[in-house]
């Protein structure tokens, strides 16, 4: 949803600017006395419409932009298997081969907890039986990271902004870097997080078993923490489905005992070796390939998009100004924009 809630927010920003003009004055603007630069005093109108308008904007879409366009339908597992009912779990378990049957990929939601939960598992295991290929990995800290990156952005200018407007001259551009310094430092050390855990993922996958995989059940002992109820084991459905998948395929292959995790050596269960050497060699080497998560520059973009809203509520100011005046601006407007601060976040989350 996020590349509509740029665009749709950046059209905002343009249409809240032009009920701003002289021409159009739909929106109130109170008059501010702004010193210049070069001492020059000036009395401006403030665009801060656009500041407040285009936030909400960007989360509403954000947030409800599948109820609006043509839904994307997701499978989600935490979500569409029944928690409570065990005889609709069973079935919702059986099921989980036919319903990613019919999806186009697997999104791997990663955390650093991801190869030792058994569902987690069981999906992939599900992936390798109807001999899929396209998973896209996402590392969950990664969202959450560029969400701070956009709102340090937002938080900045708006503090310069709401400042300027506070004082009534225009703040030094030393101070604007300083703040932008303050950002990236707390960025980046919010980024080393996410490279710690991608640092593990490596290991992660060397040494899976999927007998070493939790699960709520046998963490529990099989007995519900709260209504003291008997649990079934979800391991002996997994297991079980395990069996039927990969005995056949087990029998074909010749897996090297010496590159077989320990725990599925000592059991002696050939399809649980498949499982986990399929996991170790194919998915590994897939999932490897895409840990390095490269920004692209569209989503640079979608994280700077304060920038936009900023730089069009800051033209409001330009009214009767010189033709020179509007060059500077939308020289300053492009270069933040779709150059220094795309790279920079770029620099930031290059891992």
């Known amino acids: 949803n ?8 950046w059209l905002v920003a343009v249409l809240v600017f032009l009920l701003q003009t002289d021409a159009v ?17 000036q009395v401006q109108t403030c665009g801060y419409w656009v500041m407040l308008v285009c936030p909400m904007v960007f989360l509403f879409v954000g947030l409800f932009w599948q109820s609006l366009h043509k839904p994307r339908m997701v499978f989600v597992d935490k979500f569409c298997i029944h928690q409570t009912d065990e005889g609709l779990k069973k079935e ?31 999906e992939l295991a599900s992936w390798i039986h109807l001999d899929k290929s396209e998973i896209y990995f996402v590392p969950v800290s990664f969202a959450a990271l560029a969400g701070l990156m956009s709102l340090g952005i937002y938080a900045m200018y708006a503090f310069v902004f709401v400042m300027e407007q506070a004082l009534g001259y225009q703040l030094e551009i030393q101070f604007h870097i300083l703040l932008g310094c ?14 710690v855990e991608l640092a593990r993922l490596p290991s992660q996958l060397s040494t899976f078993a999927v007998e070493r995989t939790r699960c709520f059940c046998c963490d529990s002992g099989h007995v519900h923490p709260v209504s003291q109820q008997a649990m079934p084991c979800d391991r002996e459905l997994v297991y079980a489905a395990l069996e ?15 590159e077989l995790p320990k725990a599925s050596q000592a059991s002696g269960l050939p399809h649980l070796d498949f499982f986990d050497q399929a996991v170790r060699k194919s998915i590994g080497a897939h999932l490897l390939s895409k840990a390095g998560y490269r920004l ?33 601006w939308a020289v300053y407007f492009c270069s933040l924009t779709f150059a220094v601060w795309p790279v920079t976040c770029y620099a930031v989350l290059l891992i």
């Open 296 to 328: 692209s520059y569209r989503d640079a973009l979608i994280i700077t998009t304060p920038i936009v809203w900023v730089f069009t509520a800051e033209a409001t100011y330009l009214q009767g100004m010189p033709p020179s005046e509007w060059l500077r």
């Open 92 to 122: 919702g378990i059986r099921g989980i081969a036919g319903f990613l049957k019919h999806s186009d990929r697997l999104v791997v939601l990663w955390t650093s907890s991801y190869f030792e939960r058994l569902w987690c598992s069981y």
């Open 244 to 258: 039927g998948w990969f005995t056949s395929l087990s029998s074909e292959s010749e897996l090297p005992k010496s």
């Open 25 to 41: 004055s739909a929106l109130p603007r109170p008059l501010i006395v702004v010193v210049l630069h070069g001492g020059e005093v």
């Open 182 to 195: 303050v950002i990236l430092l707390l960025a980046t050390i919010c980024a080393r997080s996410l490279w």
């Open 2 to 9: 996020m590349p509509a809630a740029a665009v749709m927010s």
